[in-house]
C-alpha cells in the first residue's frame, strides 16, 4: 500500500491546502494529514481545534487520516512506517526553504524519507493561512480562501460574526 504524510500548520487549513490534500490522495493509498504542534509559534487555533476542522473539510475523501504530532517529521513518519512526505509549491520563495527540509529530512532519515512536492494550482497561487488572519482581523472577505465553516470560526476567533 502506497502512504504518504502531509504534514503542515495548517492554521486555518485554505483552499490550497484542500487541493494539495484532494490530489495527494488521488496518487496514495492512504494520506495521513498531519497538524505539526510547533511550541515556537502562537497558532490561532490549538492543535485540537485544527484537527477538526481538517477532519471535516476532508470528509468526503476516504482514504484520509488526520492526526497530530510533534517533535521531528522523520521520527514521526518511520514510528507509521511511512517513506513519503508531501509538500506544496506555491511559488519560487516556497522553494529554498522546501528544498532544505527535504533534504535535510532526507539526510536525518539515512534515505529513509522522501519528498514529493505538488505544485499549487494558479487560482491559489497567492493563497496562505498568514494571509488569511490578516484579512480576517480587519474584518475583510475570505470566503474564497477557505470553506465557509472554517470562515465563520475564523471571524469567531477575531470576535466577529460574519
Ligand atoms: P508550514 O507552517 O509547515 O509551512 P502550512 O500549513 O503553511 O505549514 O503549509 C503546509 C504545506 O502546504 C506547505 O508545503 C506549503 O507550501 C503548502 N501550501 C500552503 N499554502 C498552499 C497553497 N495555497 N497552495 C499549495 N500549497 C500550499
Do not use: W
Not at 513519503?84 to 534515505?111: C, H, M, P, W
Not at 480576517?136 to 470566503?143: L, T, V
Amino acid at each position: 500500500m502506497k502512504t504518504a504524510i502531509y504534514p503542515g500548520s495548517f492554521d486555518p487549513v485554505t483552499y490550497g491546502h484542500l487541493d494539495i490534500i484532494k490530489r495527494a490522495a488521488e496518487i496514495f493509498d492512504e494520506l495521513t494529514v498531519s497538524v505539526l504542534n510547533n511550541k515556537q509559534k502562537t497558532p490561532l487555533f490549538s492543535v485540537e481545534e485544527r484537527v477538526n476542522i481538517l477532519k471535516e473539510a476532508t470528509k468526503d475523501i476516504p482514504n484520509i487520516k488526520v492526526e497530530s504530532f510533534s517533535g521531528l517529521l522523520v521520527d514521526y513518519a518511520k514510528s507509521r512506517n511511512v517513506h513519503v512526505v508531501i509538500r506544496g509549491l506555491r511559488a519560487i520563495t516556497d522553494f529554498e526553504y522546501e528544498l532544505q527540509n527535504a533534504q535535510t529530512n532526507a539526510l536525518l532519515s539515512k534515505g529513509a524519507l522522501d519528498t514529493v512536492f505538488l505544485t499549487t494550482k494558479l487560482e491559489y497561487a497567492y493563497l496562505s493561512s498568514s494571509s488569511v488572519k490578516e484579512i480576517a482581523s480587519f474584518k475583510g472577505d475570505i470566503s474564497m480562501c477557505v470553506p465557509e465553516f472554517v470562515a465563520k470560526m475564523v471571524y469567531d476567533k477575531y470576535g466577529y460574526n460574519k
